[in-house]
């Protein structure tokens, strides 16, 4: 009957899932589409990508199968992990289950079962369609049965110990904490091994059987460290920042503006959530790689396609993209749906939609000249290119900002999403079609100067000020746009 | 003054308010009382331009609501759910909210010390709203509705959460702030608070705005002897 109970809720939950997620699919049956023509585009680009590494002879750029498996382990236990802390130990409305007549091990089971089938499902979809578009594509990849065999057994593994870490985690006490953690995080070192040695295939798939049973073992240890785990996360002491942020005085003499107030608060949250700081640091960690892939490569790797001159600036540009979504597109996508039902507090100011919409831009492109300067021109310095490349490659950054800043902004007013349980957080759909549409236009602005630039440097760099202008100016037309879409908001929740 | 004229919303076939009218003179206290679900919060929202009416206008000192930005300057809006900004601090709520209306920084920050004092939460307003208690959100929501003087107060069940002694506070807080001349709306189902402070009591269910008066009118039609017996009398009359 116990067991039941924990299928019971699960199936709730499944049932609740899917009529949201058809609610979407109906409401935007265009998105969705498109979502699964870049879904295919995306798979169809990795293995082209994967197949035309393999015959390469670069040792740094060689991906091996160990590396692979290592690296959807690693994905699939951080998501699970992820997924445990924000449906288990960050949601404060399991508080009705656990009041009620339920074993505490049926809840935990259900919020596993939750993240097992979810996860599993998301591999499965995502294998059938490699393997049909690999056969489709006629893709030069030699890949055996033991790898899909592996892949299974090693992402059940990953959702186990995602889960389980989450929990030991959350212990109360500290000494019990870290040591369970440090003995237990040893199996993510232990699949590293196993997956980049050179060892027979049933080895390795018994070794990943002896380590899921172990897994298993720790999640049914007993019911009270879940219980614990999550009364610690939900009522524990928590800290409280009381600290100013500095340069917001500074900001706040420069204008007196109701969009500067708007972005003050914007600036204010990011900074208490420490997304300042990650700024700073994904942006150094991307100048660093590149300049790692440099002395690595040599000033001009050959790839055999005769394109030397440009692998620096297509691996610029990619790294600027990279920069550009996880700074400004992804966070931009929130901007109104993390209001959620805060928002009667700006709704109820005196002041125009549009100062709104521009101030939470200018809280996202306040610490934007960071990309070009740090990922862009440390390696171009080190390349000793031309300077108008070094200005190419800056302003087509600056297109990259405009262009993500705008559609970010207009997606955000257009598909907000206001699912309390995900804090604002925008669907998987939504995030996939807009990276994809910004990584397209913002394309689609660059090719045309950059085709210049190889015959005439002058007439490159005057043509990539234009896309400069057009990008700016679409900008500010998405923008409008979001502000009308905002306006049209109503707070009927 | 806030003016209400015929106001309809309908979701579907389901219709929330059906041909609202009332006003709400300078100086005066006028509380909507009914029952959970009865369309007070629904009224409230769409008078601030959070919800848009279906048919009917909402006018705030003459000002059409949704017009511009205008009407905005025109009241102080306290909800009814104390949905705050977890990662700001209750000063840094209550500056930015004032320096948008345009407020003097030197009267801001004395008007926030003085607020901090009388609703007893000075100790706590250079801490992070998601460590206040629901009690403390609801205090930040009453000081940012009433801090910059508009003429127009609207408040959605304003006591919700708040212990005898801060409600008692509240009530005469806002009995002082209608004698200044301010406009009062506010929106309850708790009778004892609407006896106490109201100057006019509307009686709203199902979305209809059945009867208003004066708590004596309102005794005097139902023939009751206090305003709990005499909403029940309303109600019940309408089945």
């Not at chain 1, 108008?388 to 990259?400: D, G, R, T």
């Not at chain 1, 397209?440 to 602005?445: A, D, K, N, V």
């Not at chain 2, 909402?58 to 990662?87: C, Q, S, W």
């Not at chain 2, 003429?151 to 009995?175: Q, V």
């Amino acid at each position: 009957m116990g067991h039941g109970k924990s299928l019971v809720m699960f199936s709730k939950e499944v049932l609740g899932s899917y009529r949201a997620t058809s609610k979407r699919v109906f409401q935007h049956p265009i998105m969705t589409a498109w979502f699964i023509i870049l879904l295919m585009v995306g798979f169809s680009t990795v293995l082209i990508m994967a197949e035309y590494v393999s015959t390469l002879e670069i040792d740094f750029l060689l991906i091996e199968r160990g590396d692979i498996l290592f690296v959807i382990f690693f994905f699939f236990m951080g998501k699970a992990s992820s997924e445990t802390m924000d449906g288990c130990y960050r949601n404060n409305r399991l508080k009705h289950l656990f009041t009620s007549p339920v074993k505490v091990s049926d809840i935990r089971n259900m919020v596993f079962l939750k993240i097992l089938w979810y996860n599993l499902l998301l591999l499965a979809i995502s294998v059938s369609l490699v393997t049909g578009l690999y056969h489709l594509l006629r893709i030069d990849l030699y890949i055996d049965g033991f790898f899909f065999l592996h892949l299974y057994l090693l992402v059940i593994a990953a959702l186990l110990v995602g889960f389980n870490m989450a929990t030991l985690s959350n212990i109360n006490k500290k000494i019990p904490k870290y040591i369970s953690m440090g003995i237990y995080a040893q199996s993510i070192s232990l699949i590293w091994l196993i997956t980049h040695g050179n060892h027979h295939y049933l080895f390795v798939s018994l070794f990943l059987v002896i380590l899921i049973t172990l897994s298993l073992l720790v999640y049914l240890s007993p019911s009270s460290v879940f219980m614990d785990a999550w009364i610690k996360s939900i009522s524990g002491s928590k800290t409280y920042s009381t600290r100013s942020f500095r340069p917001m005085k500074f900001f706040r003499r420069c204008s007196k503006k109701p969009f500067c107030r708007i972005a003050e608060k914007e600036m204010l949250e990011r900074w208490r959530r420490k997304e300042t700081t990650a700024v700073l640091g994904i942006a150094a960690f991307i100048s660093m790689g590149l300049v790692l892939l440099y002395y690595q490569l040599g000033p001009e790797p050959d790839l055999g396609l005769g394109l030397e001159e440009y692998f620096y600036p297509i691996f610029i540009g990619m790294s600027v993209f990279l920069a550009v979504s996880l700074q400004i597109l992804i966070p931009s996508l929130t901007l109104f749906s993390r209001e959620g039902r805060r928002m009667w507090a700006i709704k109820t100011l005196p002041v125009a939609s549009e100062d709104v919409v521009y101030g939470k831009l200018l809280s996202l492109l306040i610490f934007t000249p960071i990309i070009p300067v740090f990922i862009v021109t440390p390696l171009m310095v080190l390349l000793d290119y031309p300077f108008a490349y070094l200005l190419f490659v800056l302003i087509s950054s600056v297109i990259l900002i405009f262009l993500s800043s705008g559609i970010g902004i207009w997606a955000a007013a257009r598909f907000p999403n206001f699912d309390d349980s995900v804090d604002g957080a925008p669907d998987v759909m939504t995030m996939y079609i807009v990276l994809m549409m910004c990584l397209i236009i913002s394309s689609l602005f660059v090719v045309i100067p950059f085709f210049f630039l190889t015959t005439d440097h002058v007439l490159g760099v005057l043509f990539v000020i234009l896309s400069a202008d057009i990008a700016a100016l679409s900008t500010f037309l998405l923008c409008s746009r979001a502000t009308q879409l905002y306006e049209s908001m109503q707070l009927d929740m | 003054m806030i003016e209400v004229k015929n106001l309809r919303k309908t979701y579907g076939d389901f219709e929330a308010l059906k041909d609202v009218s009332f006003s709400v003179d300078e100086g005066s206290i006028y509380c909507l009382l009914g029952s959970n679900g009865a369309g007070k919060s629904t009224i409230i929202k769409i008078i601030t331009g959070l919800l848009r009416a279906s048919d009917g206008e909402a006018y705030i000192d003459g000002i059409k609501v949704g017009d511009n930005t205008e009407y905005k300057r025109r009241f102080g809006y306290m909800p009814e759910e104390p949905h705050l900004y977890d990662r700001i601090t209750g000063r840094e709520f209550l500056d930015i909210m004032g320096t948008i209306r345009d407020m003097d920084e030197v009267l801001l920050n004395e008007s926030i010390e003085k607020l901090a004092h009388e609703l007893e939460i000075t100790g706590f307003l250079d801490i992070e709203m998601a460590a206040y208690s629901k009690g403390m959100k609801q205090k930040i929501l009453f000081a940012n509705a009433i801090i910059h003087g508009s003429p127009n107060l609207i408040l959605d069940e304003p006591t919700s959460g708040l212990d005898p002694r801060y409600t008692r506070y509240i009530k005469r807080r806002l009995k002082r702030l209608s004698q200044e001349g301010r406009a009062v709306l506010m929106s309850t189902h708790i009778t004892s608070i609407a006896a106490d402070i109201s100057d006019m009591v509307g009686i709203i269910h199902n979305g209809i705005l059945i009867t208003e008066g004066t708590v004596d009118d309102l005794l005097a039609i139902t023939g009751t002897e206090n305003l709990e017996d005499a909403f029940v009398e309303v109600i019940d009359g309408t089945r």
